[in-house]
């Protein structure tokens, strides 16, 4: 049974359809999150990237990572529905093997250093057990803006 669903995951994130990246959370720590993405053939990416041959893009998996760190960030804050985790930086990403339709992507992102307004994690992306991608990267918690 997952930690969190996606309601769970929509209280603390800010992201909806069709950018919200992950699905639920299946491990919840004090320095570490496992989030899972079921990859499907109807993402609205894939028309474009690419036709005939659909691949996850790279960036979209950075920013699934980034989501799940989010998640991880924000639990521990009791002001949480006032902050919104920003991604800052991403250094030495890796991309393996490409994520298609029918892959479930499980992402593990663990805190390196964290402070209050600001993060660095390390996310790695496995389909199965193969280890499909991987970063280091900083995350920045500040104010949520007024409505406009």
Same mark, same amino acid.
């Given at each position: 049974?997952?930690?969190?669903?996606?309601?769970?995951?929509?209280?603390?994130?800010?992201?909806?359809?069709?950018?919200?990246?992950?699905?639920?959370?299946?491990?919840?720590?004090?320095?570490?999150?496992?989030?899972?993405?079921?990859?499907?053939?109807?993402?609205?990416?894939?028309?474009?990237?690419?036709?005939?041959?659909?691949?996850?893009? !790279?960036?979209?998996?950075?920013?699934?990572? =980034?989501? &799940?760190?989010?998640?991880? /960030? @924000?639990?521990?804050?009791?002001?949480?529905?006032?902050?919104?985790?920003?991604?800052?930086?991403?250094?030495?990403?890796?991309?393996?093997?490409?994520?298609?339709?029918?892959?479930?992507?499980?992402?593990?992102?663990?805190?390196?250093?964290?402070?209050?307004?600001?993060?660095?994690?390390?996310?790695? !992306?496995?389909?199965?057990?193969?280890?499909? =991608?991987? &970063?280091?990267?900083?995350? /920045? @918690?500040?104010?949520?803006?007024?409505?406009?």
């Amino acid at each position: 049974m997952p930690i969190l669903d996606i309601a769970g995951i929509q209280d603390l994130l800010p992201h909806r359809y069709p950018f919200l990246l992950i699905d639920r959370i299946e491990v919840l720590e004090e320095d570490s999150v496992v989030a899972l993405k079921n990859v499907t053939a109807n993402e609205p990416y894939f028309q474009g990237h690419f036709p005939g041959y659909p691949v996850m893009p !790279g960036v979209l998996i950075v920013e699934a990572m =980034a989501q &799940a760190a989010g998640v991880l /960030v @924000l639990s521990k804050m009791p002001d949480r529905h006032s902050k919104t985790v920003y991604l800052a930086t991403v250094e030495g990403a890796r991309f393996r093997r490409p994520v298609v339709p029918g892959d479930q992507l499980r992402l593990e992102v663990k805190m390196l250093h964290g402070r209050p307004t600001r993060a660095k994690l390390e996310g790695k !992306g496995y389909v199965g057990e193969t280890l499909v =991608a991987e &970063a280091i990267f900083m995350c /920045v @918690l500040q104010d949520k803006a007024a409505p406009q």
